[in-house]
């Protein structure tokens, strides 16, 4: 009992002891005062907070390391998350007042975020800290939520058709020339999938499962998902219409059985070279290429099929944005960074196309970019005939239809619904996230 | 191997019995045959997903799409290398470290706070105790998601965030009700003669606290320091929401940072990660169960 009683005893003191530790170490992470006037020499710590992983941390020290030198006055704590868990942890400090001083940030949440006044207006600073001559004003107005400019575009995307010209050859079928009608891009399909039945390679996947080709249909037909008020583009027959082309591209004789794709989960067909297609924004070649492996060297990347002659279909989307919160205590100095992050061409030398084809002109010319990457620069090149403008920036809640359509596209996969009672499920969904 | 004993035994058994009884024992080895086949194929189908785990942490990235089987096509031990690399500059033992100082702490501080307040509830007679012991149940009801907003201000207005204080302050403050809660069932089933018997030797509250009660509820300490241990160790919101610094994180964070949906997903290093996430724990479990399940039996019984 004795013993006993005297580990008690240590341990209460180990306790104290702890705390007392703790509560220092929390006395000495003390705050700043906010700075009334901006002085270019002030020692100012910055928070950063951006998604990705450790090859993208590795690049953005890179960055701020070149920032130090120009800026030695501002340092920056920088603090990274996969895309969940990022935005798990600012949607907590947005309801809490703890946002970043600086982010990298997402197209689908800008809205949400300039809605509810947590990102600073940037226009007092356009032109002046944050140079605007080397982007595109179509580039600019992606940022542009109720005509107010809060987030910069870093970098952009454009839908494309990957091919596997690898797997291609295996089968002995010439690849995909881009463009074509949907019916001529799901004949080729059929062509690879006949072919590569031995193998278990199919040309592609059932391409109704994603919004984007729903989305550029429409915009062949001059209409868009969502207005700018949130409304949809489009009726229930439309979608219906949709669906049903899908009905017959889910042949497993043209494409991949949605069973498959399941098992390989969260891989798709194309990253298991079990297809030898997939539609998709052209961003995601570097990652293609690093989950097939080392015996696969190259991607084609060509034009979606064409919905309707001559129609700005395809749009440049920002792959991602740069955004300050409005809660910052150095404005002045976030601005400078996020000037940096986004024009510099020695930024654009480190990261190449890591965050997508840069914007900023001076940060593309400082870019030095070699097979993916400039495969990618001539496909967005090559593809200006179809490019329109940006549909308004997506309304709340674009994420979770998104997530519903892929869903839904699955359980048609499965056949576990019918196109009416897809369609119905998802304007119920539709009903739900428009209307809270 | 067991089933080889227990035939064993039954045909020792049956040699050494009187005639009219060899049937039975035959009839047990049949049943007993049987009932190892089941258990042995269920056990093999729990146990696959971690068989897999384990093989896959020798598989090449690029083979986890191609390859959905067992056994590697092309067995390198390059995961583990990249992962004791570390992340971002940050070595692995920093995450297994930093894991670990989170998880003792809380231990530390649940055991202590805890004991102390169910000793206050289940013995001491003061002013609404019932009311508070009412709210302290309360708390166990309330989902976690309310409270981490409010909490977060909180934490925020202080400038703790970005230290482990959010993450350890709370358990010295005996907030976890479902400690408390076990600890006071454990107390009110000690008989009060010890109490009694303490107290006309003169033993005060404390006395009583440290000499008697604290060593007959050890089963339930040691119960509740394994909960404690492996819910910390595993806790995964606490640190996304508090924790800035990559350096500071603890590894349920760092190994989701292996995976990046938005580019180039390294699954080899995930899963080689996981693994060794998982083996402290498993370790503590092995060498722990033997209490955990004294300490949940002798819940139930008196004195």
Known sequence: MFEIRKRRTAVAAAAIGVSAALALTGCAGGGSEPAATYDPNEKVTLNFAFWGNDVRAGLYDQAFAAFNEEYPNITVNSSFLGFPEFWEKRQTEAAGGGLPDVMQFDYSYLRQYSENGLLLDLDPYLGTTIETDAIADNILGIGVVDGTTTGIATSTNAWGLYTNPKLLEQVGVAGYEGGGSWDDYADWMKQVTTAGSAQGISGGTDWTGRIQNFEIQLRAEGAELFSEDGEPGFDKARLAEFWEQGAEVRDPAITIPQQRLEEIYPLSGFDAAQTASELTWDNFGAGYLGNLGDSFTELGLVAPPVTKEGAKDLYLKPSMLHTISSKTDHPEAAATLVNFLVNSPEVGAIFGTNRGLPASETQLEGADLGGLDAQIRDYEESIQDRLGDAPPVPIVGAGTLEEKFRQIGQELGFGTLTVDEAVDQFFNEMDVVLNQ | ?303
Do not use: C
């Open chain 2, 1 to 303: 191997m067991s089933t080889i004993e227990v035939d064993r035994a039954a045909f020792l058994e049956g040699q050494i019995e009187p005639q009219p009884r060899r049937r039975r024992p035959k009839r047990k080895t049949v049943n007993t045959v049987i009932w190892f086949v089941v258990l042995l194929a269920l056990t093999a189908i729990i146990l696959y997903p971690l068989v897999w785990l384990v093989f896959s942490t020798f598989k090449p990235s690029s083979e986890f799409g191609q390859n959905p089987g067992l056994i590697p096509e092309n067995p390198t031990i390059d995961n583990y290398l990249k992962v004791f690399d570390g992340i971002a500059g940050t070595p692995l033992w920093r995450f297994f470290g930093n894991s670990l100082l989170i998880a003792v702490s809380a231990v530390i501080g649940i055991l202590a706070s805890s004991a102390l307040a169910a000793y206050a509830f289940a013995r001491i007679k003061f002013k609404g105790v019932g009311v508070l012991f009412a709210a302290m149940i309360g708390t166990l009801l309330l989902p976690f998601h309310v409270i981490i907003i409010p909490q977060y201000i909180m934490f925020q207005k202080l400038e703790l965030v970005d230290t482990y204080v959010p993450l350890i302050l709370p358990k010295f403050l005996a907030t976890e009700a479902f400690f408390v809660f076990l600890m006071v069932q454990f107390i009110r089933n000690i008989p009060r003669d010890m109490d009694e018997a303490a107290r006309i030797d003169g033993a005060g509250h404390t006395r009583i606290f440290f000499s008697i009660i604290l060593p007959l509820i050890r089963p339930a300490l040691i119960t509740s320091a394994i909960f404690a241990f492996i819910w910390t160790w595993n806790d995964f919101l606490g640190p996304l929401l508090y924790v800035n610094s990559p350096e500071k994180y603890p590894l349920p964070i760092a190994l989701r940072l292996y995976n990046d949906a938005t580019s180039t997903s390294d699954y080899g290093a995930t899963v080689a990660v996981s693994f060794l996430a998982l083996l402290p724990i498993l370790i503590f479990f092995i060498v722990f169960q033997r209490f955990l399940v004294d300490g949940v039996a002798t819940q139930g019984l008196k004195g």
